[in-house]
Every structure is written in C-alpha cells, then in structure tokens.
C-alpha cells in the first residue's frame, strides 16, 4: 500500500492526496464555511476545512465553495512536490495580486 506523503511525486495528472497547498497559498475571495465572519482566506492562511492530514473536510459537500470544485491538478502550477506547489501558487499569488 502507497501511504502519500508530503514528498509523493505528483502522477502526470492527478492531484496528490495529502498536499493541501491550493487551500494554503493562494487567497480564496469566496465564502468558506467556518472561517471567520464567513469570509474567504488571505493567501498563506491555512484554510480551516483543511484536516491534519491536508485532507478537504467539505470534499463532496455542497457547501464546499464552488472555486475549490473548479481547482483541479495543473502540473505547471502543482509541481512534483507540495513545496513547489506552496511556492509556485505563492508567487502567483503575487503576481496576480
Ligand atoms: S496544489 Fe495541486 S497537487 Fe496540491 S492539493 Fe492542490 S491540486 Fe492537488
Ligand atoms: S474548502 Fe476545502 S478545498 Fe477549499 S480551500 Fe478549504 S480545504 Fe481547500
């Protein structure tokens, strides 16, 4: 049995389980259950849904905000490692403002 880590080299098009970086490092604008006043993340704030095993707690729950369903595996953005994905997703962050 493959247990993923933080270091599973991504597969040429699937999101690696146990990552979490897309709930890390980007900020989310819409609504998160739980966060704060309702409101959406800053960039770098760990997202509260996010579980001790970087696992979405509303993964297949509608109230799961509808820009975390649209986000899938983008292997120029999500990298071979979660670090990469964490700076990569960063420096888009950035970039884009
Ligand atoms: S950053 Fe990419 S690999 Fe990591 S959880 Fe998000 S979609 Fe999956
Ligand atoms: S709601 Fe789930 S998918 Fe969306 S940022 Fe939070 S943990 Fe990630």
């Known amino acids: 049995m493959i247990t ?3 270091d599973t080299p ?3 098009a699937a999101c690696r389980p146990g990552c979490g970086a897309c ?3 980007p900020s989310i604008s819409t609504p998160i ?6 409101n959406g993340k800053p ?3 760990r997202c509260v849904q996010l579980d001790e095993d970087n696992l979405c707690r509303l993964f297949g729950d509608p109230r799961r905000p509808a820009v975390c369903e649209r986000f ?3 292997a120029a953005l999500c990298g071979e490692r979660r670090e990469q994905a964490l700076e990569r ?3 888009l962050e950035c970039a884009t403002g």
Do not use: L, N
């Not at 259950?33 to 309702?38: C, H, R, S």
């Open 4 to 6: 993923p880590t933080d």
């Open 10 to 12: 991504a597969s040429a």
């Open 23 to 25: 709930c890390i490092a």
């Open 33 to 38: 259950p739980g966060m704060p006043d309702g």
């Open 43 to 45: 960039a770098g704030m």
């Open 72 to 74: 899938g595996f983008d």
């Open 89 to 91: 997703i960063a420096a």
